[in-house]
T-cell receptor, first 115, second 116 residues
Framework: AQKITQTQPGMFVQEKEAVTLDCTYD???????LFWYKQPSSGEMIFLIY??????QNATEGRYSLNFQKARKSANLVISASQLGDSAMYFC????????????FGTGTLLAVQP | EADIYQTPRYLVIGTGKKITLECSQT?????MYWYQQDPGMELHLIHY???????EKGDLSSESTVSRIRTEHFPLTLESARPSHTSQYLC???????????????FGAGSRLTVL
């Protein structure tokens, strides 16, 4: 099965430091998209950042950046200058099914930001 | 972005009851989704709709059913709830994001179902 792997069930980071959340994926599709979502304890899913498989540059969005290594099939999320409000569950996802835009999700990483 | 609304946010119900989880969106997007998420786990697609009267089952088998009679409305129904249906159900809409033009899924706040 083409799956998403997030090997870090939980992470701690000190406030104001940077943290990297790992994500690797498996696909035979030539074109695909990768997404990161944040899920606070309230349960909603918040879109953070997107990387297309043909994008030449790594995606950035404010304090979020995506370290995309296509040959290694990895798409790690980097959060710079962590804030207490960053404490949440983070999910990596890959688009599949062509124009259906369906997403398959990883198991998530629980990030705790410590003051 | 699509405004997407889910009701109820929380529901505690007894075994055997029929329930309907509501999902509505205001932007007129065609593609809508239902995902199921057990506590602390990943999301799994259980239903997908690509327009009015067009629905299909997702990757995770579910006893729930859906309908899409109007573009803006995508309700999920369980005819006879069981404790195994206890989970969070998240509705989503695909729309074009300004960020790189990606077709991003925007999620509702979710419905947390507990079946006793």
């Amino acid at each position: 099965a083409q799956k998403i792997t997030q090997t870090q069930p939980g992470m701690f980071v000190q406030e104001k430091e940077a943290v990297t959340l790992d994500c690797t994926y498996d696909t035979s599709d030539p074109s695909y998209g990768l997404f990161w979502y944040k899920q606070p304890s309230s349960g909603e899913m918040i879109f953070l950042i997107y990387q297309g498989s043909y994008d030449q540059q790594n995606a950035t969005e404010g304090r979020y950046s995506l370290n995309f290594q296509k040959a290694r099939k990895s798409a790690n999320l980097v959060i710079s200058a962590s804030q207490l409000g960053d404490s949440a569950m983070y999910f990596c996802a890959r688009r599949y099914g062509g124009a259906t835009n369906k997403l398959i999700f990883g198991t998530g990483t629980l990030l705790a930001v410590q003051p | 972005e699509a405004d997407i609304y889910q009701t109820p946010r929380y529901l505690v119900i007894g075994t055997g009851k029929k329930i309907t989880l509501e999902c509505s969106q205001t932007m007129g997007h065609d593609k809508m989704y239902w995902y199921q998420q057990d506590p602390g786990m990943e999301l799994h697609l259980i239903h997908y709709s690509y327009g009015v009267n067009s629905t299909e089952k997702g990757d995770l088998s579910s006893e729930s059913t859906v309908s899409r009679i109007r573009t803006e409305h995508f309700p999920l129904t369980l005819e006879s709830a069981r404790p195994s249906h206890t989970s969070q159900y998240l509705c989503a809409v695909a729309g074009t994001s300004g960020r790189g033009g990606a077709n991003v899924l925007t999620f509702g706040a979710g419905s947390r179902l507990t079946v006793l």
